[in-house]
Each structure stands twice: as structure tokens, then as C-alpha cells.
């Protein structure tokens, strides 16, 4: 009686790299915490203007829109 095989592909994660790169936009702080940097894109709003430009200006805290647009 003939066994039967599975054809499994499995994808290769590189986590080092992966680490690397989640990394590249925070600073440690240690204790395993981090923040991101400063004038990051987590820094200013998400809303996107009618000329199709973002918005620059900053978020505010817990929010991710700026002062003119939280009411979105």
C-alpha cells in the first residue's frame, strides 16, 4: 500500500530582518518598550486634503487626527 505524502510550502520568514525593520522607525527604552521617533508619520495628522496633499499639521494626543480635523 502506497503512503501518502502532503506537498506542504512553507514560507520562509526571515525574523531577524523583520526585527530590523519594525525597529528602524522607534527608540528603545528600554525594559522592552519603545516609542516612535520624532517627526515620524505617527506625528501629523491622516487626513488627506481635497488637493490630494496630507495634512501637516500635528496629532493630537491619542488621536489620529489634528485639532482642525478630529471632528471628522
Do not use: V
Not at 528602524?24 to 508619520?41: A, E, P, V
Request: with cysteine; net charge positive; glycine share 4%.
Amino acid at each position: 500500500m502506497p503512503s501518502k505524502t502532503r506537498n506542504c510550502n512553507y514560507n520562509l520568514i526571515d525574523f531577524d530582518e523583520s526585527s530590523k525593520l519594525w525597529k528602524s522607525n522607534k527608540i528603545y527604552l528600554g525594559n522592552g518598550t519603545y516609542r516612535y521617533k520624532k517627526n515620524s508619520i505617527y506625528d501629523y495628522c491622516i487626513m488627506i486634503l481635497p488637493n490630494g496633499n496630507d495634512c501637516q499639521s500635528k496629532r493630537l494626543h491619542n488621536n489620529c487626527f489634528c485639532r482642525k480635523h478630529a471632528k471628522y
